[in-house]
């Protein structure tokens, strides 16, 4: 029985804290006013990659491909890998089977 009592005192105390209320004054034009701030038209600002529209990405990635095709020509030349291995030679890059650790002779 004291549980129904506790139960019954909370249904009041909720009851008189909802006439505890007071009604709320609002602007007539409270509602249009928050309508235009919701959908008024914000001005964007330009992102920092703006210049970089879709024709200069597909130049820049043409100049890639360009770049990179001539970079693969070069380095499968013959010429290249000799200068490679002049470069190695003369600055002492090179390691010689004669001098290694490993050598049983």
């Known amino acids: 029985m004291e549980t129904n009592n506790?139960?019954?005192k909370k249904i009041d105390d909720t009851f008189a804290?909802?006439?505890?209320?007071?009604n709320v004054n609002v602007s007539p034009?409270?509602?249009d006013k928050t309508m235009q701030r919701l959908f008024a038209e914000k001005e964007e600002v330009?992102?920092?990659?703006?210049?970089f529209t879709p024709k200069w990405q597909l130049a820049t990635l043409a100049c890639l491909i360009v770049l990179n095709v001539m970079a693969i020509r070069q380095y499968n030349s013959n010429k290249y890998m000799t200068?490679?291995?002049e470069f190695a030679e003369t600055y002492g890059l090179t390691s010689s089977s004669?001098?290694?650790l490993l050598n049983l002779k």
């Open 6 to 8: 506790n139960i019954q």
């Open 17 to 22: 804290a909802i006439d505890a209320i007071e």
């Open 29 to 31: 034009f409270f509602k």
């Open 46 to 51: 330009a992102p920092a990659w703006n210049w």
């Open 83 to 85: 200068n490679v291995d």
């Open 98 to 100: 004669d001098e290694t």
